[in-house]
């Protein structure tokens, strides 16, 4: 248990479908993040919020939509997305922009 | 030039020994930097950070930093073969806008 928590942890969507990732932190944590790890590549990061605002957009494509309600939750919402976009995505928080920042476990996403 | 680079590996070391994992980074500017251990199929756990220059030590972790050179490394005495995963470097931006960006990272195997 690390405090911060994803759902669903695994999901097969198909390219025409819309779905919605959850990250929910107990931490107490003002700042958020949205990561994307593929196979053999970096951890990317995609978004960054800072006190329920963005604070960066790493260029992601806008088939991916981040929504930030309040400052226990997170959310990634998902759209006509492509095969590449398959990876595990991970959500993490850290106590302000220049502290550590703690994982939750991830959800293994598969666009088929 | 990338952001943070970190050598691949695998770096092989024999159980009892003293892993050396290095990692430059570009931007001259960052004031905070992280060491992240990785088992297969999990998500990232912090191990250390380091905001001063020289060494930090944590257990049988120890993080050195070198601004002036761009440098950090994670040494880690008497390895365990426990201690085999992927070790990431990463390294807040200067933006101040909470941007955390992370090598490719290192295999490391400990070989019993």
């Known amino acids: 248990e690390t405090g911060v928590t994803q759902t669903p942890r695994h999901l097969v969507m198909g390219m025409t479908n819309k779905k919605s990732l959850k990250c929910e932190q107990h931490l107490g944590h003002n700042a958020m993040y949205w990561y994307k790890q593929s196979a053999k590549k970096p951890l990317e990061l995609m978004f960054v919020y800072n006190f329920k605002e963005q604070t960066e957009n790493n260029s992601v494509p806008s088939r991916f939509s981040p929504e930030c309600p309040n400052s226990s939750h997170l959310f990634l919402h998902l759209h006509t997305l492509q095969p590449e976009d398959s990876a595990l995505y991970l959500c993490?928080?850290?106590?302000?922009?220049?502290?550590?920042?703690?994982f939750g476990q991830g959800t293994r996403l598969t666009v088929v | 030039q990338k952001e943070v680079e970190q050598n691949s590996g695998p770096l092989s070391v024999p159980e009892g020994a003293i892993a050396s994992l290095n990692c430059t980074y570009s931007?001259?500017?960052?004031?905070?930097f992280f060491w992240y251990r990785q088992y297969s199929g999990k998500s990232p756990e912090l191990i250390m950070s380091i905001y001063s220059n020289g060494d930090k030590e944590d257990g049988r972790f120890t993080a050195q930093l070198n601004k002036a050179s761009q440098y950090v490394s994670l040494l880690i005495r008497d390895s365990q073969p426990s201690d085999s995963a992927t070790y990431l470097c990463?390294?807040?931006?200067?933006?101040?806008?909470?941007?955390?960006?992370f090598g490719q990272g290192t295999t490391l195997q400990v070989k019993p």
């Open positions: 993490a928080t850290s106590p302000g922009v220049d502290t550590e920042a703690f």
């Open positions: 931007d001259r500017v960052s004031q905070s």
């Open positions: 990463a390294v807040k931006s200067s933006s101040n806008t909470g941007k955390l960006i």
